[in-house]
């Protein structure tokens, strides 16, 4: 909820992905939602608002994962630099960042990771940059929910430690369909807890007066393969719905 302050999400309409270790989706509402759909609402640290919060914890993970057991000896920054020299796609390769289970939008703890349509030509950035869309489908998938309630944004924002690789912001732009925005600030979720305290003590006028203030977009990411991605997208649900059927069986 801090962090949602910290890069401006503070009013109806606007929707923020945090990528670290777990990938959290937010969007502020001004009455709670119970709906159908199970996404959690919370009550938010703006008063009299609430958030809608849908939790993926194979969000960051997945890289890390994929990092420490086949890039160990290297950093991020080098495997972005590997991952650009692949095109938007991976070649037909698709990952389904499900390692551990799923929260939303399936609430589904049986599901499991799978990479799918390896050839002969995939080597170790195809995995890499297959990893980073496979999130970035998960959370696309998880806006389409939103969109069922009616939340359909013309723009993200972006933070955590995903929202620091270029390559894979403009990947989200790309599969979403929509622009990624970056704030300026390093540690949003700080500045949003600063910013709370700021207000209490009365050195801004309320939060939105701290927020137009405090907070600038650092850089916009704009679509440009959005079309390369449609179809795989359908391929990555349709996997998801094949392999349920799997998961459900008792071993």
């Known amino acids: 909820m801090a962090g949602m302050i910290g890069v401006g999400n503070i009013k109806e309409g606007i929707v923020s992905e945090t990528t670290e270790?777990?990938?959290a989706i937010c969007t502020m509402v001004n009455k709670p939602l119970v709906n159908k759909y199970r996404i959690p609402c919370h009550y938010n640290a703006v008063k009299n608002t609430y958030i809608l919060l849908s939790i993926c914890e194979s969000g960051g993970i997945s890289?890390?994962?994929f990092k420490n057991n086949f890039y160990d000896?290297?950093?991020y920054s080098y495997i972005n630099k590997e991952i650009e020299k692949i095109s938007p796609g991976s070649n037909g390769l698709i990952f389904l960042p499900y390692l551990t289970g799923i929260?939303?939008?399936e609430l589904d703890p049986n599901a499991k990771g799978a990479f799918y349509?390896?050839?002969i030509s995939h080597n170790r950035a195809h995995f890499a940059r297959?990893?980073?869309e496979g999130i970035a489908y998960l959370i696309k998938k998880n806006l389409d929910y939103l969109k069922k309630l009616v939340i359909n944004p013309d723009k993200i924002i972006s933070l955590g430690g995903g929202s620091k690789s270029n390559v894979w912001n403009q990947i989200k732009a790309d599969v979403i369909g929509k622009d990624i925005i970056v704030t300026g600030q390093d540690e949003p979720t700080s500045l949003g807890a600063a910013i709370l305290a700021a207000v209490k003590?009365?050195?801004y006028k309320d939060i939105n007066d701290a927020v137009n203030s405090l907070i600038k977009t650092k850089k916009e990411y704009c679509p440009l393969n959005n079309r390369v991605y449609e179809k795989q997208y359908r391929t990555f649900l349709d996997l998801y719905n094949r392999l349920e059927v799997i998961w459900s069986e008792p071993l």
């Open 21 to 23: 270790t777990v990938l």
């Open 63 to 65: 890289l890390e994962w």
């Open 73 to 75: 000896d290297k950093n």
């Open 103 to 105: 929260n939303s939008p």
């Open 117 to 119: 349509g390896i050839n």
């Open 130 to 132: 297959s990893v980073l």
């Open 201 to 203: 003590l009365g050195l």
